[in-house]
């Protein structure tokens, strides 16, 4: 696994894939010792990426986002997460790096461009069986981005959902659906939500589309779930009609019964007699079965590029509301490093370590972000960037910035004078190497 002189040597390593956040766990059975990389990371060709002192990367793991919908996260997680971004978006301008379309042309801000293809999840064919519900098939049925598609479905069995079948066209025309899995009683918390597009073609041996999900969902046995869908495209895709309310299929040799019942949440007319959601397609869930998901479709990926003004506009109330973060940060990193902490176990020894370094990272980003917006305001002798009009609040917020970093500065000194642990002492350090450079800009 150790091919270049920078990847770590994973060949002793047991491994662990966490696919929610896209994380490599590895543990190294002769030290215990516990590493996590993010496997996106390596696609970075930015040294703005790299990770630092702080480890001020939005490819650290302890940054990381689900690469997926419907997962939530904390507050203070999406905010560290944000203030990178910011900080990553400025430096990269700083360093000259710009967004490239396919095909290496540059990218105009404030548009779009495409970013490639990538591949789609899919499920073979031979992976689930499908629960065909109506008799035949008729149109026309209405579509509207504003109107639901929604049936009550319950298993005798538990089952893994790949997904469901959704009508189009006999015309070939594509239509875009939003879908949704949710339990029909208690909270409704959805379980699965995807956005797809899809397009009947008569090679796909079926009267519907099929629409999957990006992972199966578990329905339990006996339990109601509503399965809804917002098809939107042309005004007009196909129906069903003379729907069945249970229907019968065998999967490896098992049969499995599935219920269908009218939803309330329906508006566009779907019922258990006729309209959208012809199928469902689903497997027999035993407890030990590996889904096997293969890849065999592929999507187009589009991103926005943004203007320089997204983050590095300069405002009165944006200004105080960064001098406020970093003031709060350095104060409680100022308290936090007073604080003895040989006492109490290694893992409260471990978490205030933590603590402390994510302090210290919200400090030396803010100090960069203070350092850009004073740059936006006073260019550098010798920039070509004009000299913006001096506004008395942004005025008053560069003389709260110098108070503040010289109080930094002065701290920064004293505290790098205490004994103790080598790791507090790096991480002040560093710091004080961040405020030197943001006292030289406040000067």
Known sequence: LKSFSDQANLATSLLCYEPSYSLLYCLKPDTLQVDCFDVFASHSKSPVCVSG????T???????????NAHSIGASQASLHLLACLSHLNAAMASGISATAVGGVPAVPGTTIKLGSVIKPSVVANDYVCAYRFEASSGPW??????????????????????IGLYGDKAG??????IKIEESMGSRAPLAEYSTSYRWSKQDGAEYCRCLLPKPVLLEAGRLYNVLATVSGSDRCDGGMKGKTTVTVTDEGESVTVRFQ???????GTSKDRGQIPAVLLKVHRGDAVVQRATD??????????????????????FAALLRLLRWSWD??????????????????LGALQDLKRLAFITSHCLQLLQTFVLELYPPAGSKKAKKPEEDSLVVSIGDSRILLSDILSKSVMLTKLQGDKRLVALVQGLLEQTGRGVQVGR
């Open 58 to 68: 939005i490819f650290s793991p302890e940054l990381s986002f689900p690469r997926q």
């Open 297 to 318: 479709s592929s999507e187009e990926l589009t991103a926005h590029v943004l203007r320089p003004q997204f983050s590095r506009s300069v405002s009165e109330d944006g």
């Open 262 to 268: 009218d939803c309330s949440l329906s508006t566009n």
């Open 142 to 163: 209405g579509a509207s981005r504003t109107a639901v598609d929604a049936i009550e479905v319950c298993a005798d069995k538990n089952i893994l959902l790949y997904g």
């Open 173 to 178: 025309g594509r239509f875009k659906a939003a």
């Open 53 to 56: 002192q702080f480890g001020s």
């Open 332 to 349: 409680k990193l100022c308290l936090s490093m007073r604080q003895p902490m040989t006492s109490g176990s290694r893992r409260d020894t």
